[in-house]
């Protein structure tokens, strides 16, 4: 979903019909989220069509994550998608069960399934104005954001928020 050079979309604003084909082929497609390709425009457009990403994903390293404000952490990102209007069961699939699928690790992560591996986030949807930024600075105020309130790790809770 970035703005620069050639695009999913075409000069028309359309999703290229190729795109949209591989799509349907089994091609995937991975948001990958990061400071510098990401544009509103574009991932506005492509989802008023119907073409949402099959992976919710960043390419966030320790370095570019505490520099900018513009996408920080993968709920960030995350919430940026269920403010554009991407339905929160279609956010966590993209970031649970499609990865682990690809990855041939289905029934072993991303799944609450019993013998899965206990790598839990419990978020929580907070009513909160927040606003997102993309690359361009061009800006998205939204009102819900996706907060962590504790994670699991093989089952032992490496974060807790006292109250959630």
Known sequence: FHGTGHSILNEQGEVYAAIKEAQTRGVIFDCSNGVA???FHVARTAMEQGFYPDIIST???LRNSLRTDKVYSLL???SKYLNMGMSFCDIVRAVTAT?????KMQ????????GASADISIV?????????????GVKLEGDR???NCATLCNGQIVYRRLRF
Request: hydrophobic fraction near 40%; proline fraction near 5%; charge should be negative.
């Open 37 to 39: 390709h990401f544009d």
């Open 59 to 61: 390419d966030l390293t």
């Open 76 to 78: 960030h990102v995350m």
């Open 99 to 103: 990865p682990a699928r690809l990855m």
């Open 107 to 114: 029934g072993q992560i991303g799944t609450l399934a019993p």
């Open 124 to 136: 929580k949807l907070r009513k909160e104005n927040v606003i997102f930024e993309d690359t361009h």
């Open 145 to 147: 954001y996706i907060d």
